[in-house]
């Protein structure tokens, strides 16, 4: 199965920073790749897909980019309500696979 | 609004069969595809496995030989059903619709689950 690898396991930042976090696939997933956000005791929910594609709900502060084995979710600036930990997810080959996850958390 | 709402016991004994449900208001089962997710506490997400169309599935290699997704249109509820847990079966499940294959958009609230004598 494909593995994804995401980095760093904690960023640790304050409001008004820029975040980058990483996934990196042990083969290449094209451009299937989604990213999610989750919050405590809460389902994930889906911010972006297909690699690039924001999804309903989110504002245009992130963005995705990234094709092949290497992904990237950028938060332009952070707002209080950004801090959650972040999942990716590829969708190329079953069993689709999940990363580990990174959580962002207040500096 | 679609909504997705877990039910079952949320306890099971180990070497017996974990059993939830899904219900699903809002869109009819008929279409789309309907996951079902899992997270052990603390710890990442692995995708259990989707129906889909009438009655086609997908299964995770690592759970296939315990695992059974099934759906009653009727009742707009698909179900899992997970053989001869352990302690490792241990998790919060999630059912989730995709309408992009691969792509969960709809989440439940999730059900924890454990797995102890």
């Known amino acids: 199965e494909i593995v994804l690898t995401q980095s760093p396991a904690t960023l640790s930042l304050s409001p008004g920073e820029r975040a980058t976090l990483s996934c990196r696939a042990s083969?290449?997933?094209?451009?299937?790749l989604a990213w999610y956000q989750q919050k405590p005791g809460q389902a994930p929910r889906l911010l972006i897909y297909d690699a690039t594609h924001r999804a309903t709900g989110f504002p245009a502060r992130f963005s995705g980019s990234g094709s092949g084995t290497d992904f990237t979710l950028t938060i332009s600036s952070l707002e209080p309500e950004d801090f959650a930990v972040y999942y990716c997810q590829q969708r190329d080959t079953w069993p689709y696979t999940f990363g580990q996850g990174t959580k962002l958390e207040i500096k | 609004q679609v909504q997705l709402q877990e039910s079952g016991p949320g306890l099971v004994k180990p070497s017996e069969t974990l059993s939830l449900i899904c219900t699903v208001s809002?869109?009819?089962?008929?279409?789309?595809?309907w996951s079902w997710i899992r997270q052990p506490p603390g710890k990442g997400l692995e995708w259990i496995g989707y129906?889909?169309?009438?009655?086609?599935?997908n299964y995770n290699p690592s759970l296939q030989s315990r695992v059974t997704i099934s759906k009653d249109t009727s009742k707009n509820q698909f179900s899992l059903s997970l053989r001869s847990v352990t302690a490792a079966d241990t998790a919060v499940y999630f059912c989730?619709?995709?309408?992009?294959?691969?792509?969960?958009?709809?989440w439940g609230q999730g059900t924890l689950v454990a797995v102890s004598s």
């Open positions: 083969q290449s997933v094209r451009s299937y």
């Open positions: 989730a619709r995709q309408i992009v294959e691969g792509v969960p958009l709809d």
């Open positions: 809002g869109v009819s089962i008929s279409s789309d595809y």
């Open positions: 129906i889909y169309y009438s009655e086609n599935t």
